[in-house]
């Protein structure tokens, strides 16, 4: 596959407007939907989406799309993004996190994959962040119209579809194929190729009816209320693991690496987070991941904070190793003495997120020996799983997650869907236990598509 970086499709015909209102917590005067209830609002048919715990955003339409390919893809839409806001025209009554122009992205993986990347610039979005509710417009009209109420851009909304009963089949290779692959990666850690490798397994789902997204983000949203929910291009998943989170100069990275599965029994749980935590097997690829965030962020940031021992993050299904690093960006070139105001900018979100992927949580380390021997023995292109998603504004912040745990709605026939799971590698790793730990990974997506309400 070629790795030739290739120019953006997609082009803004004429200046975006873009117009941002508050909405109270009711909604719009006169309308009587709550944007508290964010998911509620999208109607069906590529919804796009980033939610935890009631606060993020949902959005729909599609005023500009962006495809990128190659290993510059990041720097490409990065380009073409601030290509659109260098034109577009903005009045944001709100000014918090996510209010005015907001871009969804998702990216690939791998550098050589087809699935490239891509930038989706919708037409409404309606975000939500503490006691702050407010609603985006993106259009390409000449000028700014009247303010829009939610009753203007939320009409009749059906119930998400349920996908009625569900077959699934082997992916890339089977359950036992995966073992092999598993062990192929022990012997090369073994040898010294590398210190840890992280292998994805796929499986392949047909569901009965056109999967309805909103039903998977329904179901995803309820079972795992510490995951970021999202829904891009047909990517639709609940990830652990917080990629980077950039904010008004502070930067947030929640590092997972070191699994345990969940019994059920919550005092047989608790007994097993304590075997988690004390893992020598899992806190060594826990310190590998940890160490590769950490050193992605250093030269952006004038500080950082490294946790010296992680927690366990509890989910329904398993346990996961869990630190969050966090960071202070360095004052831009051009922002000390001598430099003019607005002369330089911190690095967005997106040049962050592709500073830090991949990182050893989702690929390994060596990082370029680690993705060439996933390359060689895995079988597959992951496309978009373990990659960049999330969204980004005018002001460079956003949120990045990896699209673990997710699942991909084939655009040519929306009854097929490929799941994923990974799992990291190391010298002390066994076949079996990983592919049963794979396995409970899938869960999150098999239950989000399960036909019927529990």
């Known amino acids: ?239 652990p693991e917080l990629l980077v989170r950039s904010e008004k100069g502070l930067v947030q990275s929640r590092v997972l690496a070191g699994t345990i599965r969940r019994t059920g029994d919550d005092d047989a749980d608790v007994a097993r987070a304590a075997i988690l935590a004390r893992s020598s097997k899992d806190l060594e690829e826990h310190e590998y991941a940890v160490q590769s965030v950490a050193h992605a962020l250093e030269p952006f940031c004038s500080s950082t904070n490294v946790p010296d021992v992680p927690f366990v993050l509890h989910l329904p299904n398993v346990l996961h190793l869990a630190s969050d690093v966090t960071g202070v960006l360095a004052a831009p070139a051009g922002s000390a003495a001598g430099g003019s105001a607005g002369s330089a900018q911190h690095p967005s979100s997106l040049a962050l997120a592709a500073a830090l992927h991949p990182t050893a949580a989702v690929c390994g380390t060596p990082t370029v020996a680690a993705r060439d021997l996933i390359r060689r023995i895995e079988g597959m292109d992951r496309g978009r799983y373990a990659g960049p998603v999330g969204w980004f504004g005018a002001d460079g912040d956003g949120e990045w997650g990896i699209a673990l745990r997710s699942g991909a709605i084939d655009p040519d026939d929306s009854r097929r869907v490929r799941l994923f799971a990974g799992c990291g590698i190391v010298a002390a790793s066994d076949p079996a236990a990983e592919l049963a730990e794979s396995q409970a990974k899938l869960v999150p997506m098999r239950h989000a598509l399960a036909g019927t309400p529990d």
């Open 1 to 239: 596959m070629s790795t030739q970086p290739a120019a953006p499709t997609g082009a803004a015909p004429q200046p975006l407007v873009v117009r941002t209102v508050a909405l109270d917590t009711l909604g719009a005067p006169g309308g009587d939907a709550d944007p508290a209830d964010l998911l509620s609002l999208l109607p069906a048919g590529a919804p796009l989406a980033w939610v935890r715990r009631g606060d993020g955003l949902v959005a729909w339409g599609e005023a500009l799309r962006f495809e990128v390919t190659g290993a510059t893809r990041f720097e490409d839409a990065e380009r073409a993004w601030q290509g659109v806001l260098a034109h577009a025209i903005v009045r944001d009554e709100v000014r918090v996190p996510g209010t005015g122009p907001v871009a969804f992205g998702s990216f690939a993986f791998d550098d050589d994959s087809l699935a490239g990347g891509v930038v989706v610039v919708p037409r409404v979005v309606v975000g939500r962040r503490g006691p702050h509710c407010w609603l985006t417009t993106i259009t390409p009209d000449a000028q700014l119209g009247p303010a829009p109420t939610l009753a203007d851009v939320v009409g009749a909304r059906t119930a998400p579809v349920p996908p009625g009963e569900v077959e699934y089949r082997d992916g890339a290779v089977s359950a036992d194929g995966w073992r092999d692959v598993v062990a192929q990666g022990v012997a090369a850690i073994r040898a010294g190729e590398v210190d840890k490798v992280v292998l994805a397994r796929d499986v392949l789902a047909r569901t009965q009816r056109p999967l309805d997204a909103r039903w998977a983000l329904h179901r995803l949203a309820a079972d795992y209320p510490q995951c970021w929910t999202f829904s891009v291009d047909g990517l639709v998943g609940a990830t």
